[in-house]
């Protein structure tokens, strides 16, 4: 039994240490089975509420290195528009947004949450949720394991993530608003659907679906094929989250032009590694 990690996961309710144990089989199931019809499965109370409050203070102290961006994007994450497309094309609706990351590089050595990330028995776990095997930890040393900070009228609009695991661990909660919101399985590899895309992004909310966090909540999600945004925080109190990320391609990281517009800087790896995706999707 790894000794930390017991005082951060409720193990007694969520023994994720033992994956044959038959309530974490039951888990495993029914996170699989939501994952596989809704791209979504919550886990309530995952996280011990002394260990939530250790996230939220080492989350505090840094609060000033938080990269906070107010620039226009697009669901492909990309703030610069291509005229030689039509102009009704998805990729060229530009919407607002106001969010923040303390970047993974950043936090401290001792860090709760980075513990968390890089324990064998929470990737594992993952996985076995997700019915996917072999998924790593993401290579991008900015964008792996990082806090999100959504302050007041923070938003973040309609995207696809270009990690394809996203775990959604949230801190604090905003006194309103602050809501994800989701649209499972609109693209898959070789298939944007553009058109279903462009559908949600002019207001169609046939296909949304809203997910309620509580902190401690642990959320797993398929982002890189499910259109996902977070509406407008409202109230004094900003939004906290953790996110960390699993991947197929243990060697991809974002994109320089990603990193320089959501984590604020780009790295001489987000330049060696720069290369088209295999799953042919716009990233
Ligand atoms: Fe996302």
């Given at each position: 039994m790894n000794d930390r990690l017991k005082t951060i996961v409720d193990l007694e309710k969520y023994?994720?240490?033992?994956?044959?144990s038959p309530i974490i089989k039951r888990l495993i199931e029914k996170c699989k089975k939501e994952l596989d019809q809704d791209s979504c499965s919550t886990i309530p109370n995952f996280i011990l509420p002394k260990s939530l409050e250790t996230m939220n203070l080492e989350l505090e102290k840094q609060l000033d290195e938080v990269y906070m961006s107010k620039e226009k994007i697009n669901a492909y994450l990309?703030?610069?528009?291509?005229?030689?497309?039509?102009?009704?094309?998805?990729?060229r609706n530009f919407m607002e947004r106001y969010n923040g990351y303390l970047n993974s590089?950043?936090?401290?050595?001792?860090?709760e949450m980075k513990y968390l990330y890089e324990t064998e028995e929470l990737l594992k776990f993952v996985s076995a949720c997700l019915g996917v095997s072999p998924i790593y930890r993401w290579a991008d040393p900015l964008a792996c394991h990082a806090y999100n900070v959504m302050k007041p009228e923070g938003i973040l609009p309609w995207h696809f993530d270009s990690c394809e695991f996203t775990l959604s661990l949230m801190i604090q909660k905003p006194e309103n608003g602050g809501i994800f919101e989701y649209c499972a399985n609109i693209r898959e590899p070789g298939n944007e659907n553009f058109e279903e895309v462009k559908k949600v992004l002019n207001?169609?909310?046939?296909?949304v679906k809203q997910l309620k966090l509580e902190p401690g909540d642990l959320q797993i999600f398929k982002g890189r094929f499910t259109l996902h945004r977070v509406t407008k925080v409202e109230g004094k109190k900003s939004r906290y989250m953790c996110i960390p990320a699993y991947v197929l391609d243990p060697w991809r990281v974002n994109t320089p032009e990603h990193s320089k517009a959501i984590y604020g800087k780009v790295l001489p790896i987000h330049i060696e590694r720069n290369q088209a995706r295999s799953d042919g999707l716009t990233d």
């Open positions: 023994p994720i240490h033992d994956l044959n990309y703030a610069k528009d291509d005229p030689s497309l039509p102009k009704e094309h998805p990729k590089d950043c936090f401290q050595k001792n860090s207001g169609d909310r046939t296909k």
